[in-house]
């Protein structure tokens, strides 16, 4: 019988999930990056690095970009960024919310001088402009990577999230159904792991998909300016090599064109699949 | 109004303090030695390499004791002295951010206050109005998910190099030098256009979501209600939702600071426009560490100034924290 229910519900759900146009856009963008970044270097017949055909030649069935100023394939270096941009959003996204999970949830739950002093700590590293500290950061780093610079972007963007949802699990603390658990003797860790959370899992959701998003756009932002990996290719670092060798004034547009288009769609296409998800989650928001 | 006040401050302190000590420690911790760096750029012969290496490491301080060298530095930073320039040896540290400050505040100033304006009034005419609602939204959300350089780069091919009607690079002609004269202002804004542009725009979709979501929070709320079932206009109503709507929106304001200086400082690389980004570049490329350290504090401080305005424009604005009524 419960089963029933659990099953009808779930139906429902995914019946307003496919009605929802705004995540059904969202996630075929994401998925399709996706994919490419998983299978796109099959395609590629070059490495994106090495020097391999006619220079600033336009996309072509050879090279579908086109190619660099040095004859480098564009394709190739863009599949290669897509991939690394996903994984910094997922590693730099992930962490973060990690983090905000724990200083949230402890200090929702715990209250009074626990919440107090992590509530400054928030705060501090809400109000420093955490690109400038990654800045300073990364400067005096002489070989850096990929996973280095999403832990890097893990540990400065936390505080959204951590506000969030601190702010939810005390209001969620003081209802019955945790009441009940506290009097039960339950350990404050398993409350928080199976009455707490499960109640806020939307939330948790929407607020790593952000957390990814906002990683994607600092690690662009980095790799821009010159303090992204020093190995490797990334679309922040594509549009810091075609602005640096003149791309601009040679009018070889489909060198910088992709890489941003492609942040662009990847990241709304996330805010989007967030919207989605939001009218999902609270049928206020639904359109009629 | 004094507990919000004095809450605020401790932040901004504590944090500044914070920001200081990390300034001053993180070339002490990471691996390499700027000075043998910068000395190993130079290639000189071995002896005076010697010479120099003891020469800076005592111009710079970095043969005393740690504490010592920790103190010193708080001093220098209370003075002024945030060290010399490598990269534009001799001039200090200090000297050089000065000259680029004025082109950060006249592009940021105007970026931010016209489109949070602008972006405020477009969010709340889109709000629940259908049509504006469903073309509008998904453009904005786009909007806010371009990367600041690409857009800079666009509008730099788009208008720059096809169209030709602006420059793309520097901040006034290079034939000109600084005068007081109507060509030579009309050749800043010139150069300012598109950089102010692109910062603009995108700042302005950020802006107009937020209003739009906040809007239809507000009147969602049990006194929109209460107004429609008294029936009130519908125009009354929204100018209720908006009021009490604006406030998030200051502090978001605060709260975007960050994220607005890092796509400052990149539309700056972008368009060669000689702020502090532009400069920034220069010293990562040049490995001038001092000067980065000292746009680091730079920014720092702006950013909690600007910080410290926002929240004596809230309070001015939110007659609940003049009375003590909100706690944060």
Known sequence: MAEAKDKKKRNEFLYFAFRNNKLKVGISIVLFFLVLAAVGALFTKHDPEAFVGPLSDPPSSEFWFGTTVFGQDVFAQFVAGVRATFIVGALGGGLATLIGMLVGFVAGYRGGMVDESLNVLTNIVLVIPTFALLLIISAYFEVRGLILESVFIGLTSWPWAARAIRSQTLSLRSREFVDLARMSGMKPLRIIFTEIAPNMMSYLVMAFILQFGGAILIAATLDFIGLGPTTGFSLGIMMQYAVLWGALPLGTWWWFVPPGAAIAAIVGALYFMNVGLDELFNPKLRET | MRRY???????????????????????????????????????????????????????????????????????????????????????????????????????????????????????????????????????????????????????????????????????????????????????????????????????????????????????????????????????????????????????????????????????????????????????????????????????????????????????????RTRKGMVGE
């Open chain 2, 5 to 319: 006040f004095g809450r605020k401050l401790l932040i901004y302190l504590v944090t500044f303090f914070l920001a200081v000590t990390i300034d001053w420690l993180i070339p002490r911790l990471t691996p390499g030695d700027p000075i043998q760096n910068m000395l190993a750029r130079a290639a000189l012969n071995a002896n005076a390499a010697e010479t120099m290496y003891t020469y800076y490491t005592h111009a710079f301080r970095l043969d005393l004791p740690i504490w010592q060298q920790y103190l010193n530095f708080w001093n220098a930073l209370f003075h002024g002295d945030l060290g010399i320039s490598t990269y534009l040896f001799p001039t200090p540290v200090a000297d050089v951010i000065k000259d680029a400050v004025p082109y950060d505040i006249f592009l940021l100033l105007p970026a931010i206050l016209l489109s949070w304006w602008a972006g405020n009034k477009f969010g709340a005419f889109a709000a629940r109005t259908k049509r504006l609602d469903n073309t509008a939204l998904p453009i904005a959300y786009l909007l806010t998910a371009t990367p600041y350089m690409w857009l800079g780069i666009l509008l730099a091919w788009l208008f720059g190099i096809i169209l030709g009607w602006f420059p793309i690079a520097g901040a006034y002609s290079y034939t000109m030098g600084t005068e007081l004269s109507w060509t030579f202002v009309g050749s800043v804004l010139h150069h300012w256009f598109l950089p102010f542009a692109s910062l603009f725009i995108i700042f302005f979709g950020g802006w107009a979501i937020g209003m739009r979501n906040m809007i239809i929070y507000e009147l969602e709320a049990d006194y929109s209600h209460y107004l429609e079932a008294l029936g009130a206009p519908r125009k009354l109503i929204r100018k209720y939702a908006f009021r009490n709507a604006i406030l998030p929106q200051i502090t978001g304001l605060a709260l975007q600071l960050g994220v607005i200086v890092a796509g400052a400082l990149v539309t700056e690389v972008v368009f060669s426009y000689p702020g502090i980004g532009y400069l920034i570049l220069a010293a990562i490329q040049n490995q001038d560490y001092f000067l980065v350290q000292g746009c680091f504090l730079f920014i720092i401080m702006g950013v909690l100034l600007a910080n410290f305005l926002i929240d004596i424009a809230y309070v001015i604005v939110d007659p």
